[in-house]
């Protein structure tokens, strides 16, 4: 049986490099000041993104429409195969995970919606497992039941640049945020399990890495009866300089026994609210 894996946006994966690794993507809108844009088409991409939000304008991201949803899954099906898993973003972000839920009522039993609570770097690696899987021979319930149980075994902290953006998007008080910038406060957000929490506030970029990696050290331990060598960490940010990155990833491999680490930039769904200069460190089992 051949089986068609797809996500969206939300995985940090463009549709070119899905198409290079066999996984459809599909795009998630963003819209600047209301106006929606996809990424790849007209010239859009992420720097025009964070060109915007520098430029004070408002950005968000809205959901596929279901036409484009169910066109994909139909084309894939009228090219040969035999079933489709689909893997949104997490359905704590977004309707999309119900959408695709309804749409998929109506395509015969041939098309499984999968809400392993997963964004970013967590939900590309658990494409890339499911694309392995269904190259494999692996019939899709097996799929579906291994990236069901993959879905907690990850963990994401993201060290925010400013909280001028949070205020933006209402997740915190614009007095708050003023405050903030100015006494040089940086928050961490966690993302588990589709949801985007306010874990600590630090002073200062320095402070707030090391908490994360303290949070990364007390997370790793809770995981250990799992197989090291299903591990993947990563790191996910927004218009972070070359030099940030690279020593991000350094100390994650000197710090922790994982089989690779990779950059990637944050997903448009999180970049809206975070703003550039974020930085995500996360990790994630098989």
């Known amino acids: 049986m051949a ?28 819209l600047i000041d209301g106006r929606p844009f996809t990424e790849g088409e007209d010239g859009f991409c992420a720097r025009s993104l964070y060109a915007a939000l520098r430029a004070g304008k408002r950005a968000g991201t809205s959901q596929p429409s279901p036409l484009a949803v169910r066109q994909c899954w139909e084309g894939l099906l009228s090219r040969g195969y035999d079933h489709v898993i689909h893997m949104p973003i997490a359905r704590r972000l977004s309707s999309s995970y119900d959408t695709a839920c309804a749409l998929a009522a109506d395509m015969g039993g041939r098309v499984s919606v999968v809400d392993d609570g997963r964004i970013s770097i967590a939900l590309r690696e ?36 400013t909280l001028e953006y949070l205020a933006r998007g209402g997740r915190i008080g614009a007095v708050t945020a003023t405050l903030g910038n100015i006494l040089n406060i940086k928050p961490v957000v966690q993302i588990v399990e589709g949801r985007l929490t306010v874990v600590s506030r630090q002073r200062g970029t320095i402070k707030s890495r090391e908490d994360i990696f303290a949070r990364l050290r007390a997370e790793f331990a809770a995981f250990s009866s799992l197989d090291r060598a299903d591990m993947t960490m990563g790191v996910a940010g927004t218009d972070l300089p070359e030099s940030e990155r690279e020593a991000l990833m350094a100390r994650l491999l000197r710090e922790f026994p994982c089989k690779k680490v990779y950059y990637n930039e944050l997903p448009a769904c999180v970049a809206c609210h975070v703003g550039p200069g974020a930085a995500g460190i996360g990790f994630c089992f098989d």
């Open 126 to 161: 658990a494409a890339l497992k499911a694309k392995r899987m269904a190259d494999g021979g692996c019939p899709p319930e097996e799929i579906v039941a291994r990236l069901n149980a993959m879905g907690g075994k990850c963990r994401i902290f993201v060290a925010v640049g």
């Open 3 to 30: 089986t068609a894996i797809v996500t969206d946006g939300s995985s940090g994966m463009s549709p070119a490099e899905g198409e290079e690794l066999g996984i459809t993507v599909i795009p998630i809108p963003i």
